[in-house]
């Protein structure tokens, strides 16, 4: 089959022939059918600190249809639409007993998604309903990101919330902000590119970064953020987050930044600012997305700027590294 290979140390990533998986008794083969490019595929192939590693799959946004169940697998059939959460568990370790598979380290990569097939073990596997397509499958895993972070912050209906970013954890942030309730949500970034996705997200309010721009947020909000959601992951995100937090305000980081990121803890403290990190997401959240996706104020995949062919990713991902007018693109496998 045809799969992307990145080969480590920051070198392009190729397209090469490698073998077919095979199913083992309690695994199921997909046909993969979408994979969306993340900021994490760019940030983990440019051969710093935080990387892939040498020859590795790649591609965690995906969807596929079941094209083989192994003898032992229970609750899929061939021709099941299907999403997958793209980390396997040990089942045993601390960060298991979290059922955020990410927090395993002792667990396979099930990060395969740019590859025309792929193996996967049932229990990481959602079966997506008949009203979804596999466009909307490739959505459930950044979807779910936003939605951990959302479920896992303590926000509440009535809560005040400022999102900083524009790209798809913020977006889904906003999505999410407005379907459990927040009372005014707030998009900040650095340009107007995306203003019109964000109050489609369910935004009350664009502000973009400027000499006023916290005085501009508290005027949309009627005062300062309770929440704040750091979806950037660049540096000085996280002091401008706690800038605009509110007195006993939280700031969220779901960017996952891979560079020092200062803060002055004396701003931070003279408001009682309560940070927090997230990373990943569990089941419980892409059965939920799964179950409700088409039940939402808006059309997820809104945010879908571009399909193109696997054999086109390299390229992509290079475009993808400069300035740029897209916000998700999708690599649609061929056949």
């Known amino acids: 089959m045809k799969a992307a290979i990145y ?10 022939d490698i073998p077919d998986p095979e199913p083992g008794p309690e695994d199921i083969l997909i046909k993969i059918h979408r994979c969306g490019i993340c900021g994490t595929d760019l940030s983990m192939s440019r051969g710093g600190m935080f ?34 959460l793209p980390s396997g568990a040990c089942g045993h370790c ?19 998604g740019f590859a025309e097939y792929a193996r996967l073990p049932t229990d990481v596997v ?7 397509s596999f466009a909307d499958g490739a959505l459930v895993e950044p979807l779910a990101v936003s939605l951990y972070g959302a479920n896992h912050s303590g926000m509440k209906a009535g809560d005040n919330v400022l999102v900083l970013g524009g790209g798809t954890v913020a977006l889904y942030s906003i999505y999410w902000a407005r379907r459990l309730g927040a009372r005014r949500i707030v998009a ?11 109050l489609q997200m369910g935004a009350d ?14 005027e949309a909000l009627g005062g300062a953020p309770d929440l704040v959601y750091e979806c950037v992951g660049a540096e000085g995100m996280l002091g ?28 931070a403290s003279f408001k009682l600012v309560n940070m927090q990190f997230l990373v990943g997401y569990t089941m419980k959240e892409f059965f939920y997305i799964a179950e409700q996706m088409d039940k939402g104020h808006v059309d997820p995949k809104t945010i879908i700027t571009n399909d193109i062919p696997l054999v086109d990713l390299p390229a992509m991902m290079e475009h993808l590294r400069g300035p740029n007018n897209e916000t998700k693109v999708h690599v649609c496998m061929p056949g």
Do not use: W
Request: include cysteine; charge should be negative; hydrophobic fraction near 35%.
């Open 7 to 16: 080969p480590g140390e920051g070198k392009p990533v190729t397209i090469q």
């Open 51 to 84: 990387d892939f590693g040498k020859d590795s799959q790649f591609g965690h946004e995906y969807s596929g249809e079941v094209v083989a169940v192994g003898k032992n697998a229970q609750g899929f059939s061939v021709g099941d639409k299907v999403s997958a």
């Open 94 to 112: 601390p960060g298991c007993e979290t059922h955020n598979n990410v927090m395993c380290h002792n667990g396979e990569s099930l990060m395969v």
């Open 126 to 132: 959602v079966k997506l309903p008949g009203t979804l």
């Open 188 to 198: 900040m970034s650095r340009s107007e590119r995306r203003k019109d996705l964000c």
């Open 205 to 218: 309010a664009f502000v973009q970064y400027g000499d006023n721009e916290v005085g501009e947020v508290m």
């Open 240 to 267: 401008k987050a706690v800038q605009h937090a509110g007195l006993f305000g939280k700031v969220v980081s779901l960017g996952f930044c891979t560079s020092p990121d200062p803060v002055i803890p004396g701003i």
